[in-house]
């Protein structure tokens, strides 16, 4: 058999073997990343939640929908309002921080002093980050953005967790914020 | 000129004090202005203050959801002289009390005893805001200075205010305050309170339930001082049991045909219809010695035997399937056992000489109420009951009637071959205007241990974790 040959098959089977370990990566990885979706009771959004995330029903009702990090100390929750008064969803923001930072609001409450405009899929909204001191004594804190619709309705979307807010997993809420869909 | 002026100023307080001096004291005190009520009331409020811990920061939600309830009462007062206002006291001492001039003080160990139900709130509340209405502070405050104060009352009602008289008042109310402002005062506040709290759309039990919730933490901790002050507990539940009847519309005949087709139709399928609203069980009465219910979960194809030796007549799922209401009879004696979806019996109600025989039940569309089919005194009755608290309505009041079913807001039932009705109070759940987001805390998770024996593993009762 002639070198060119052997040279020819020995190539094919190089690719073939790279064509494998890259379908098993994808495999791997496709399996890792895996999410399913969420659609709220009320069919007002729907959510792409990863696996290792867990539903919390106790925590739920039909305004307030919660979820756990499984492994580690976070959490994500999404809260819709039938009725507020605030014009825009600024206003909202800054109503509700008021409120947190008084009398009978979170202990410890700081607010970084930023509200960021943001939109997520058509729907704008305001980001803002604060932390504060939780009932079990932990320094917590709550990346928010508040929405505000047409009719008064509202919406809010948090991720929260223990710790340093800069040393959070920034990813979560890029992905959760990724693959958001209104359904209204 | 001045003559003439000086000369009507003695006739008026000549007649004042005239119409005072016969006059009975409630209605002497009517006389007084809101503004000398809330001058006496406000200075002994800071005293309760400075006794009871200061005033108590309520969480964000539960204030906007107390401040609510608070409202929606104050929306149904008659008084428009007074301006109401609540505080929470810092005090874990269950308690509540009123002072003229509108200033309601509720304690936050009161508070955790009416664990966020809006009707046993809105009864306590009402009682409270019910004494002012009726001025029973400030009538107890005259009662016990006298009638020698009159003349300083007379000055008092043109307004010119008198600082003895507010300080020996002052001094007389926070007396009167440690004993409450007297028996009728008491039972007429709960009434009234019961009035406004229907009003504001909630529901008439919150008085029974939350005088239920008083006794049964009474029974645990030191006699409360609430129960000094508020002679008569039972009484007053009597009372307040008897009066929820009233809230009910009149009792009307049905006649319009659609209406009594409606009503036979729903009757047939109260008798064959009870089936889980939820298509989750399936269930068979067992007869023979053992009795009970077999319970097929179609979810996991699997059997189970509930309530065994009780002989089961008949049952029926709450509409929404919540609980399962089991009518049978144990050692001969005709029962209730009400059940939740994991088979637990959480509430009995048995035949009795004061209750009757009871022969049938059904649901209120709401799940909270049963009608009671009962036998009582040669013939037949209904009587509407609570899940969660022992109350009974006598629907049928005293004309007889059976095969109750409700309908919409209504209750029916059949007596001598005609359908009668009774429309029930409505209530409105407490909607939060203005609301903010609610901040959620990670609770530590109920998990149970794993512990490994041999080739078994054995499960522990669920215990807390960490994330």
Known sequence: MSSFVLCGVKTVVRVTQNVIVALVLIVLISGVGKASVFVDPTSSYSVKIPNNWVYQAYESDRLLTVFYGEGNPNLLYFEQFIQIPDDTALNFAERTLDLYAGAGGLKEFLFNGDFKHIEVHGQPGVLCVYTYKGNSGKDLWEERIFFRFSEKHAFSITFGGEGKWEERDEDVLKDVLTDWRWLF | MRTKIVMTFIFLVAILCSLLFFAPVGMASSLVSG??????????AKEILNQYGGEYELPIQQRLWVEEVFRRLVECTERKDVEYNLTILNSSAPNAFALPGGYIFLTKGLLRILVNDENKLAAVLGHEIAHV?????????????????????????????????????????????????????????????????????????????ALDSLAEQNKFDLPMKIFRTHPDIKNRRTRLEENMLSYWSKLHAVTENNALKRLELSRISHQNGRTDPNNRFNLKILSGKRGGLELHDLQSDEKTIWLQGFHVKSYNWSPK????????????????????????????????????????MSWSLREDMLALDIFKDGKEEIVVTYVHTDVYIPITDDHG??????????????????????????????VIPNPIPRVVERKRILSPTIIEEGNTIRLTSPSLILP
């Open chain 2, 133 to 209: 209405e009726k001025r029973h502070g400030i009538n107890a405050v005259f009662r016990q200075m006298g009638l020698t104060v009159l003349l300083e009352v007379g000055v008092i009602w043109l307004d010119l205010v008198s600082a003895d008289v507010l300080r020996v008042g002052s001094v007389t109310l926070l007396q009167l305050l440690q004993l409450g402002w007297g028996r009728e005062a008491e039972f007429e506040a709960d009434i009234l309170g019961q009035d406004m709290a229907v009003r504001a759309g909630f529901d008439s039990v919150g008085g029974v339930s």
């Open chain 2, 35 to 44: 503004s000398f009520e809330r001058s006496l009331g406000g200075g002994v």
């Open chain 2, 401 to 430: 009637g059976n095969s109750s079913i409700w309908h919409d807001n209504y209750i029916y039932f059949f007596n001598n071959g005609r359908w009668y009705g009774r429309k029930m109070p409505e209530t409105r759940a407490v």
């Open chain 2, 321 to 360: 399937g919540k609980y399962l209401a089991v009518l049978g009879k144990l050692d001969s004696v005709s029962q209730i056992w009400l059940v939740d979806r994991y088979g637990y019996v959480i509430k009995r109600w048995v035949s009795s000489e004061k209750l009757g025989q009871i022969n049938d």
